[in-house]
Protein backbone atom coordinates (compact mmCIF):
# COMPACT_ATOMS: atom_id res chain seq x y z
CA UNK A 1 0.00 0.00 0.00
CA UNK A 2 1.23 3.56 -0.78
CA UNK A 3 1.81 5.60 1.81
CA UNK A 4 2.79 9.22 2.07
CA UNK A 5 3.59 11.89 4.41
CA UNK A 6 3.97 15.57 4.24
CA UNK A 7 5.18 17.37 6.89
CA UNK A 8 7.20 21.51 6.91
CA UNK A 9 4.58 23.73 6.26
CA UNK A 10 3.36 26.84 8.31
CA UNK A 11 3.42 30.56 8.21
CA UNK A 12 6.20 32.68 6.71
CA UNK A 13 6.87 36.15 5.37
CA UNK A 14 7.49 37.33 2.66
CA UNK A 15 10.86 36.49 1.40
CA UNK A 16 11.43 34.06 4.00
CA UNK A 17 11.98 30.03 3.59
CA UNK A 18 9.90 26.95 4.39
CA UNK A 19 10.96 23.19 3.57
CA UNK A 20 8.67 20.69 2.84
CA UNK A 21 9.56 16.41 3.39
CA UNK A 22 7.67 13.88 2.10
CA UNK A 23 8.37 10.18 2.90
CA UNK A 24 6.99 7.90 0.52
CA UNK A 25 6.88 3.78 0.62
CA UNK A 26 5.13 0.80 -0.86
CA UNK A 27 4.90 2.07 -4.81
CA UNK A 28 5.27 -1.01 -6.40
CA UNK A 29 7.74 -0.38 -9.28
CA UNK A 30 11.35 1.41 -8.70
CA UNK A 31 10.65 4.02 -11.46
CA UNK A 32 8.19 6.42 -10.15
CA UNK A 33 8.01 10.20 -9.73
CA UNK A 34 7.39 12.10 -6.88
CA UNK A 35 5.45 15.60 -7.90
CA UNK A 36 3.94 18.73 -5.50
CA UNK A 37 1.05 20.03 -6.23
CA UNK A 38 -0.14 23.16 -4.52
CA UNK A 39 -3.66 24.64 -4.81
CA UNK A 40 -4.73 28.14 -3.59
CA UNK A 41 -8.16 29.60 -2.34
CA UNK A 42 -10.24 29.69 -5.36
CA UNK A 43 -7.59 28.43 -7.65
CA UNK A 44 -7.30 24.95 -9.70
CA UNK A 45 -4.52 22.70 -8.28
CA UNK A 46 -0.91 23.20 -10.42
CA UNK A 47 2.08 21.28 -10.78
CA UNK A 48 4.75 23.24 -8.66
CA UNK A 49 8.25 20.05 -8.71
CA UNK A 50 8.88 17.07 -9.90
CA UNK A 51 12.17 14.34 -9.52
CA UNK A 52 12.56 11.39 -10.85
CA UNK A 53 13.25 8.18 -9.63
CA UNK A 54 15.07 6.63 -12.21
CA UNK A 55 18.14 9.81 -12.49
CA UNK A 56 17.00 12.39 -10.10
CA UNK A 57 15.91 14.66 -13.10
CA UNK A 58 13.93 17.26 -11.91
CA UNK A 59 10.96 19.55 -13.27
CA UNK A 60 10.14 22.85 -12.21
CA UNK A 61 6.76 25.27 -13.33
CA UNK A 62 7.89 28.78 -14.29
CA UNK A 63 6.38 30.62 -11.44
CA UNK A 64 8.80 28.93 -8.81
CA UNK A 65 12.14 28.41 -10.67
CA UNK A 66 15.31 29.68 -8.95
CA UNK A 67 13.68 29.96 -5.75
CA UNK A 68 12.13 26.15 -5.17
CA UNK A 69 14.30 23.46 -5.02
CA UNK A 70 13.48 19.43 -5.08
CA UNK A 71 16.01 16.99 -3.65
CA UNK A 72 15.56 13.40 -2.57
CA UNK A 73 17.56 11.47 0.33
CA UNK A 74 17.43 7.93 -1.21
CA UNK A 75 18.56 5.91 1.93
CA UNK A 76 15.68 7.33 3.66
CA UNK A 77 12.94 7.29 0.74
CA UNK A 78 12.46 10.90 1.28
CA UNK A 79 11.84 13.83 -1.31
CA UNK A 80 12.26 17.72 0.14
CA UNK A 81 10.96 20.45 -1.32
CA UNK A 82 13.10 23.98 -0.36
CA UNK A 83 10.99 26.99 -0.70
CA UNK A 84 12.78 30.11 -0.54
CA UNK A 85 12.12 33.81 -1.62
CA UNK A 86 8.52 32.98 -1.14
CA UNK A 87 5.72 35.12 -2.51
CA UNK A 88 2.23 35.37 -1.10
CA UNK A 89 1.13 33.92 -4.35
CA UNK A 90 3.15 30.94 -3.55
CA UNK A 91 0.30 30.50 -0.42
CA UNK A 92 -1.88 27.03 -0.30
CA UNK A 93 -1.85 24.01 0.28
CA UNK A 94 0.70 21.31 -0.65
CA UNK A 95 0.51 17.33 -1.73
CA UNK A 96 3.05 15.20 -2.37
CA UNK A 97 2.30 13.12 -5.18
CA UNK A 98 4.13 9.46 -5.99
CA UNK A 99 3.00 7.83 -9.46
CA UNK A 100 4.47 6.57 -12.95
CA UNK A 101 6.83 8.48 -15.22
CA UNK A 102 5.45 9.93 -18.25
CA UNK A 103 7.75 8.16 -21.18
CA UNK A 104 10.12 8.39 -18.56
CA UNK A 105 10.24 11.64 -17.27
CA UNK A 106 8.80 13.80 -15.09
CA UNK A 107 5.09 15.70 -15.90
CA UNK A 108 2.61 17.68 -13.85
CA UNK A 109 0.14 15.01 -14.19
CA UNK A 110 -2.62 14.59 -11.75
CA UNK A 111 -4.02 11.46 -12.62
CA UNK A 112 -2.78 7.93 -11.43
CA UNK A 113 -0.93 9.59 -8.57
CA UNK A 114 -1.18 8.99 -4.95
CA UNK A 115 -1.76 11.52 -2.78
CA UNK A 116 -0.13 13.03 0.89
CA UNK A 117 -2.81 14.50 3.60
CA UNK A 118 -1.55 17.69 2.37
CA UNK A 119 0.50 20.42 4.21
CA UNK A 120 -0.76 24.32 4.49
CA UNK A 121 1.70 26.82 3.49
CA UNK A 122 1.08 30.56 3.99
CA UNK A 123 3.12 33.41 3.14
CA UNK A 124 1.94 36.51 4.51
CA UNK A 125 3.10 39.37 6.32
Known amino acids: QVQLVESGGGLVQPGGSLRLSCAAS????????ITWFRQAPGKEREGVSC????????LYADSVKDRFIISRDTTKNTVSLQMNNLKPEDTGVYYC??????????????????WGQGTQVTVSS
Open 26 to 33: GFPSNSYA
Open 97 to 114: TIGPLVFGRCAFVQSFRS
Open 51 to 58: ISSRDGTT
